[in-house]
């Protein structure tokens, strides 16, 4: 089983949609999770973290995490084509050595439809 | 410009060659990451540095694979006898870690692309 799970897409949303993106994870004591996006060509960035059950809210994102269940989830309210990228869920833990350590999924690509 | 660097961008290599990445990071970030990433997959781990220490490898690095950050500041990753396996982009990532299980945000440079031919 992989740490870090998400469905590769692609996902394609019409644009001013709800756009979804779901991802689980194995470890049980982890404690911080993210969402980076990923244009084409470029670097990860920081969009969303979260810590804590429950919602939490940034402009036209919604993280959404289920400790319980070791799901998270990332909502892009009101999909402009701006968000057409790969999202990557990261997740941290601590290593076998005792090391912080972030371990992403594959990320899962996302098209808006104009 | 005060983000991670990374030099060169991209590189053209002969399967057997070796190859050496620079990283320079955010001045004050004192935990500095490798991750590898390759078509359609994430960024994996590879290996982390708490100033000068390396902290941790991955088994992902065989012994080909060497990195060292002497001062605590800029860092490098040699390969060795580069493989066409090897071809991938090579991301740098810096962060201020203050404790285990620090919640601090990654800043990636924008890699380094290796092609082995």
């Known amino acids: 089983q992989k740490e870090v799970e998400q469905n590769s897409g692609p996902l394609s949303v019409p644009e001013g949609a709800i756009a979804s993106l779901n991802c689980t994870y194995s470890?049980?004591?982890?404690?911080?999770f993210f969402w980076y996006r990923q244009y084409s060509g470029k670097s990860p960035e920081l969009i969303m973290s979260?810590?804590?059950?429950g919602d939490k809210e940034d402009g036209r994102f919604t993280a959404q995490l289920n400790k319980a269940s070791q799901y998270v989830s990332l909502l892009i309210r009101d999909s402009q084509p701006s968000d057409s990228a790969t999202y990557l869920c990261?997740?941290?833990?601590?290593?076998?050595?005792?090391?912080?350590?972030?371990?992403f999924g594959t990320g899962t690509r996302l098209t808006i439809i104009p | 410009d005060t983000g991670v660097s990374q030099d060169p961008r991209h590189k053209i290599t002969k399967r057997g060659q070796n190859v050496t990445f620079r990283c320079d990071p955010i001045s004050e970030h004192n935990r500095l990451y490798w991750y590898r990433q390759t078509l359609g997959q994430g960024p994996e781990f590879l290996t982390y540095f708490q100033n000068e220490a390396q902290l941790e490898k991955s088994r992902l690095l065989s012994d080909r694979f060497s990195a060292e950050r002497p001062k605590g500041s800029f860092s490098t990753l040699e390969i060795q006898r580069t493989e066409q396996g090897d071809s991938a982009m090579y991301l740098c990532?810096?962060?201020?870690?203050?404790?285990?299980?620090?919640?601090?945000?990654?800043?990636f440079g924008e890699g380094s692309r290796l092609t082995v031919l």
């Open positions: 990532a810096s962060s201020l870690g203050l404790a285990v299980l620090n919640t601090g945000e990654l800043f």
């Open positions: 979260i810590y804590s059950n």
């Open positions: 990261a997740v941290n833990g601590v290593s076998n050595f005792g090391n912080e350590k972030l371990t």
């Open positions: 470890d049980r004591v982890s404690q911080s």
